[in-house]
């Protein structure tokens, strides 16, 4: 069974603070997605990385992907209230082929930025 | 142009009884996949369908069961609810199927709650 372990769980942290969010997994990945979800929403997909060592930057946001593609971390430089949200990884397994959507998503990081 | 559209976005429902849930893909996407999303279990894959068929299914009792129309809406069906299947469904559909190459858009999802 592969799991994907995120960490930490929570985090609640000031208007303009830093935080990093991991994603760690035994499992090899094709690729992996970052979405934020918000209450009573679908997640929204906020950047998907294939290449071992890929880093991938979305404004405040810097995404990188595990040399042997078995871990991700999502960085956010100057937090603000508008970041707050549940933010979920998601892998596609390299032993699910390449042609597949059945995702396996991380245990999740619930993010409330206080202004 | 218009996303992922669920329906209904809520539902309360007797254990016992039987309910069925569309989802409408955004125009020319033809890959559908479904997930519940509980706090305990994260979101978990259900199915996945392109072209009207199966591609792969998750670890659910054979309750669970849904069917791809030409037009590439899509439905799930639960029968014989039970008190264990409260959760988010929610439908992803992505033009073609691996999400690395062509994107993926969840809906809003619908809210099941048993009783």
């Known amino acids: 069974t592969q799991l994907l372990e995120q960490s930490p769980q929570f985090l609640s942290i000031q208007e303009g603070e830093n935080l990093t969010v991991y994603c760690n997994s035994s499992?090899?990945?094709?690729?992996l997605q970052w979405y934020r979800q918000e209450p009573g929403e679908g997640p929204v997909l906020l950047v998907t990385?294939?290449?071992?060592?890929e880093v991938k930057k979305l404004k405040r946001l810097t995404f990188q992907f595990g040399d042997a593609r078995k871990d991700s971390s999502l960085h956010i430089t100057a937090a603000q209230p508008g970041d707050t949200g549940l933010y979920l990884c998601?892998?596609?397994?390299?032993?699910?082929?390449?042609?597949?959507?059945?995702?396996?998503f991380g245990t999740g990081t619930l993010l409330a930025v206080q202004p | 142009k218009a996303g992922v559209t669920q329906t209904p976005r809520y539902l309360i429902k007797t254990r016992g009884q039987q309910v069925t849930l569309s989802c409408s893909p955004i125009?020319?996407?033809?890959?559908v996949s479904w997930y519940q999303q509980t706090p305990g279990q994260g979101l978990q894959f259900l199915f996945e369908?392109?072209?009207?068929?199966?591609?792969n299914k998750g670890n659910f009792p054979g309750r669970f069961s849904g069917r791809q129309f030409s037009n590439s809406r899509s439905e799930m069906n639960v029968s014989t609810l039970e008190l264990g299947d409260s959760a988010l469904y929610l439908c992803?559909?992505?033009?073609?199927?691996?999400?690395?190459?062509?994107?993926?858009?969840f809906g809003s999802g619908t809210r099941l709650t048993v009783v």
């Open positions: 992803a559909s992505s033009r073609d199927r691996g999400p690395h190459n062509y994107g993926y858009t």
């Open positions: 499992s090899v990945f094709s690729s």
């Open positions: 990385v294939v290449t071992g060592g």
């Open positions: 998601a892998g596609l397994p390299v032993e699910y082929g390449g042609a597949t959507n059945k995702l396996i």
């Open positions: 125009s020319g996407h033809r890959s």
């Open positions: 369908y392109f072209s009207e068929t199966q591609r």
